[in-house]
Antibody, heavy 117, light 112 residues
Framework: EAQLLESGGGLVQPGGSLRLSCTAS????????ITWVRQAPGKGLEWVSG????????YYADPVKGRFTISRDNSKNTVFLQMNSLRVEDMAVYYC??????????WGLGTMVTVSS | DVVMTQSPLSLPVTLGQPASISCRSS???????????LTWFQQRPGQSPRRLIY???KWDSGVPDRFSGSGSGTDFTLKISRVEAEDVGVYYC?????????FGQGTKLEIK
């Protein structure tokens, strides 16, 4: 069964950093793009970043551009989201999903990022 | 950025009755490759989102056929022919044609 599993969330102070991971299983990971989507508590879905299948193309939402970096290691079936200079408004559940255009045939369970002093 | 506007934002429905959600985009979602990348998601309480419909009207595997998607250009609709209790949740449209990708605000479906 094709699955995605996020990890790396936690509590961080404003200005701090976290690295999220999205690990895939059950499908040929290197054939697929991956997207990060976040959801602040009680709010809607917000697209954050995406990366194509070989890692050569990356995309970012304006609120995270210059602070977040997406990358992938196809040998480890994993996509990373390095998050620096975290702000209170970055606090959310972060999901990874398969795809870039008609994304989301597979979603992970999400990982919570809490930004608080 | 392309703004996705859903209506209504709250949708109380009687069991067995139909329901309809509108999604309008601020720009045409027709891609240069000829496809229209409009996707519908369902998010049940406490769960991850689930893709229901992609490319306007294509069903995902396992999605009941009481769900259907339609529309073109900037105007799209998700219809549920007969609402069941398991349909409770929030429904989102999303465009995958332009960067950055953008979601609608969400429509909360509840049983009357």
């Amino acid at each position: 069964e094709a699955q995605l599993l996020e990890s790396g969330g936690g509590l961080v102070q404003p200005g701090g950093s976290l690295r999220l991971s999205c690990t895939a299983s059950g499908f040929t990971f290197s054939n697929y793009a991956i997207t990060w989507v976040r959801q602040a508590p009680g709010k809607g879905l917000e697209w954050v970043s995406g990366i194509n299948s070989n890692g050569g193309l990356t995309y970012y939402a304006d609120p995270v551009k210059g602070r977040f970096t997406i990358s992938r290691d196809n040998s480890k079936n994993t996509v990373f989201l390095q998050m620096n200079s975290l702000r209170v408004e970055d606090m959310a559940v972060y999901y990874c999903a398969r795809g870039l255009t008609s994304l989301g045939d597979i979603w992970g369970l999400g990982t919570m990022v809490t930004v608080s002093s | 950025d392309v703004v996705m506007t859903q209506s209504p934002l709250s949708l109380p429905v009687t069991l067995g009755q139909p329901a309809s959600i509108s999604c309008r985009s601020s720009q045409s979602l027709v891609h240069s490759d000829g496809n229209t990348y409009l996707t519908w998601f369902q998010q049940r309480p406490g769960q991850s989102p689930r893709r229901l419909i992609y490319k306007v009207s294509k069903w995902d595997s396992g999605v009941p056929d009481r769900f259907s998607g339609s529309g073109s250009g900037t105007d799209f609709t998700l219809k549920i022919s007969r609402v069941e209790a398991e349909d409770v949740g929030v429904y989102y449209c999303m465009q995958g044609t332009h960067w950055p990708r953008t979601f609608g605000q969400g429509t909360k479906l509840e049983i009357k």
